[in-house]
């Protein structure tokens, strides 16, 4: 069943007098429990599109649906959890004081209480972090923090996550473990994902689906299926319809240079 439903989307930045046209008729369904990758060129809008299915962009055209509601009215239910390039953690906080954040905020919406949520221990032991629950944040690597902000998401109660490049500061090595780390933690949630990235790899790996967009205006170029078989692990790096994939995705890309 249809939960997030994009339709006919059009947005204009006006800016001193001048107009960016940034997307242009987006259409694109998705299931609940999708992990879903927007992929693109710089400027082609994919941050744009996040932001308004997010609730935090308005549209000059068409019209959002989650699970029936207007994109604000789902971010008033507490709907979405941001995972943005940097995160945004309290420097002066340990981990696990970070990790509660979302409570502190979150009174109303999902309605989830501070005892009915998830270990916190428990989700950072899944991605790695298992030794510093009581480090303050500002001892932590970026990709340590980041780290933090993924495991804090996927405990938020938050059904969907937008997450805007969350890796791009990373090194390389850091950034292919995180990813590893992402797969699994996705894998015991299931959340529905939205995830903006400029990595052909990563979006093969994590995703269900992958949304090609051109050049601005930025359109819908290409939804592609990955059909490969779940739950996901480093060896399926080595399976040729991956690279298949990653042609694919390729292809549609370039076709949009010439
Ligand atoms: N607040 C804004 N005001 C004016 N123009 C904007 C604003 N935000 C984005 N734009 C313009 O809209 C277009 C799409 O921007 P957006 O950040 O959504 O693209 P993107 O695909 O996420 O880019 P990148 O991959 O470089 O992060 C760009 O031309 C950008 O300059």
């Known amino acids: 069943m249809t939960y997030i439903k994009i339709q006919q989307v ?28 927007l ?23 068409g019209e959002v649906a989650i699970g029936g509601l207007s994109p604000l009215g789902a971010q008033k239910q507490k709907q979405f959890g941001f995972v943005p390039q940097s995160p945004a953690l309290f420097p002066w906080r340990t981990v696990l004081q970070n990790m509660n954040v979302p409570f502190e905020v979150n009174t109303k919406g999902t309605g989830m209480k501070l005892e009915q949520r998830e270990d916190p221990v428990e989700l950072l032991q899944s991605v790695g972090l298992g030794d510093f ?36 500061a990373l ?16 894998q015991s949630h299931q959340k529905t994902v939205l995830f903006v990235t400029h990595s052909l790899r990563e979006a093969v790996l994590l995703s269900d689906k992958v949304v090609v967009m051109s050049a601005r205006p930025g359109q819908v170029s290409k939804v592609i299926d990955i059909d490969l078989p779940r739950p996901r692990h480093a060896d399926i790096e080595d399976n040729e319809q991956f690279h298949h994939y990653i042609s694919e995705i390729r292809g549609y890309l370039r076709e949009k240079w010439k």
């Open 133 to 168: 629950v009581h480090s303050y944040a500002k001892e932590l690597s970026g990709g340590m923090q980041q780290r933090v902000g993924i495991a804090r998401a996927f405990g938020s109660g938050a059904p969907i996550l937008l997450m805007d490049e969350p890796f791009s």
């Open 39 to 61: 992929i693109g060129p710089s400027g082609c809008g994919k941050s744009t599109l996040l932001r308004i299915v997010g609730g935090l962009t308005d549209i000059d055209q």
């Open 10 to 37: 059009s947005k204009f930045y006006k800016r001193r007098g001048q107009v960016t046209e940034a997307l242009r008729d987006i259409n694109l369904e998705f299931e609940q429990g999708t992990f879903v990758s």
């Open 171 to 186: 090194d390389e090595i850091t950034r292919e473990m995180i990813s590893y780390q992402l797969l699994d933690i996705w």
